[in-house]
């Protein structure tokens, strides 16, 4: 029997020019996963990473981690099946037609301070990602739902035929994709899915075992390297 992990990302840059790529505080929470693991003894037969610049650093920084403690950590694998979708995208298109607010920033620094404008921020967000979910909402220049929950079975499919039996696998990647993965295991629907989607902490993990070409799911959104309440984030 095999093991399968997915990793979600480290905190990104929410409001730097750049998002995609680790903040101080997802570089903290990238290492303490290291560190944990390290700790633990697990050895990871294979790795992939997702194509995007805040994978790549999250597993950079495990990979760091592994050597300076005397540690080997295997090559990657990039895998552009493991990106994220693409709704943050509907959202910026879908305010900026509906309400004129800009697609440069979702919220202004300062209304940060504010617990009203983030409260009616992200409720018109869930509604946005709701809607785009569900097939109501159309931008065709964007990748769908659909495509991209096939594009997720896609890859772990890929990645079950490329792995021997009893392997132990671990992928960084986003949120999306991990609530895909554990949706497809579970059976659930895309309502069920997004659900899913936000409550997934950054650099959780999401562990399955391998048996048959078949996931079991072991655990969702787990933290166990990170203790300190400060750094438990959803960025």
């Not at 048996?211 to 799911?217: D, F």
């Amino acid at each position: 029997m095999g093991t399968l992990v997915l990793v979600r990302h480290g905190q990104a840059s929410l409001h730097a020019e750049d998002y995609d790529q680790l903040s101080t505080i997802g570089g903290m929470q990238s290492e303490a996963l290291g560190h944990y693991w390290v700790t633990m003894q697990h050895q990871w037969d294979r790795v992939f990473v997702g194509p995007r610049r805040r994978h790549q650093q999250t597993a950079d920084l495990v990979s760091k981690t592994y050597r300076n403690r005397g540690f080997t950590f295997p090559n990657y694998e990039h895998h552009d099946a493991f990106d994220e979708h693409q709704g943050a995208w509907v959202v910026k298109a879908e305010l900026d037609q509906s309400s004129g607010v800009g697609a440069t920033n979702f919220i202004p620094k300062d209304g940060l301070k504010d617990p009203e404008t983030v409260l009616a921020f992200m409720t018109r967000f869930r509604d946005i990602m709701h809607s785009w979910v569900g097939g109501t909402l159309d931008y065709p220049q964007f990748e769908t739902w659909r495509a991209f929950r096939e594009r997720i079975v896609h890859g772990l499919t890929d990645i079950l035929l490329r792995t021997e039996a009893g392997q132990k696998v671990v992928v960084f990647s986003s949120a999306g994709p991990l609530a895909v993965a554990t949706g497809h295991c579970l059976g659930l629907g895309d309502e069920a899915i997004l659900d899913l989607k936000w409550q997934i902490l950054n650099s959780a993990i999401a562990e399955f075992k391998v048996r048959k070409g078949k996931l079991s799911l072991v655990s969702f959104n787990s933290l166990p390297h990170v203790q300190n309440p400060d750094l438990r984030t959803l960025v």
